[in-house]
């Protein structure tokens, strides 16, 4: 059998963690979010709220960002902790199992209501697709979402999307 793919979620955390699909699915129930299309229209697939997932890493009272890092294309953005903890979500199961690379997967974060691409902090740039870490920091982490509107386009057309 193959290894687990694992999400860790680290930096200014009490507990680091390493969290496969089937400790997701464990998470308490009452941060389970079945079809996020509900939330965030157009999207599809069952999630965690970030809130649970940091229930279990238990950030330190100094961390005010959180940085989502992709190692599959190198991807990163962070926004401050305080804008999404009670909204972002991280989509992991789509009809019953693991979220496909396709649609983002294995772990994609969402944040509901982000701002349009590249005009706030916290906009639809930073739902990170194939997250593969969660870190907490003190400070602005790691960020390369594209700066300008000509780098932005350029990503958007290489994603064949909107
Ligand atoms: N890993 C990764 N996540 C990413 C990106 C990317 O290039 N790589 N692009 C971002 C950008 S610029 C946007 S606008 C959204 C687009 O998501 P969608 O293709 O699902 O609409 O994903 C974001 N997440
Ligand atoms: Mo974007």
Redesign the pocket.
Known sequence: MSEPVLLRIDGEVERPVELSFTDLEAVDAAHQVADVSQLVPGRKGDAVRLNGLLELALPKTEADYLTLH?E??D?HASVPLAAVRSQALLVYRLEGKPLPVST?GPFRLLIPDAAA?HTDEVD??A????VDRIELCVGRGQDN??ADDES?EE??RR?G??
């Open positions: 992709a599959a294309d991807f983002g691409c639809d740039c739902s990170v697709k194939f979402r594209p932005h990503l958007h994603q999307g909107s």
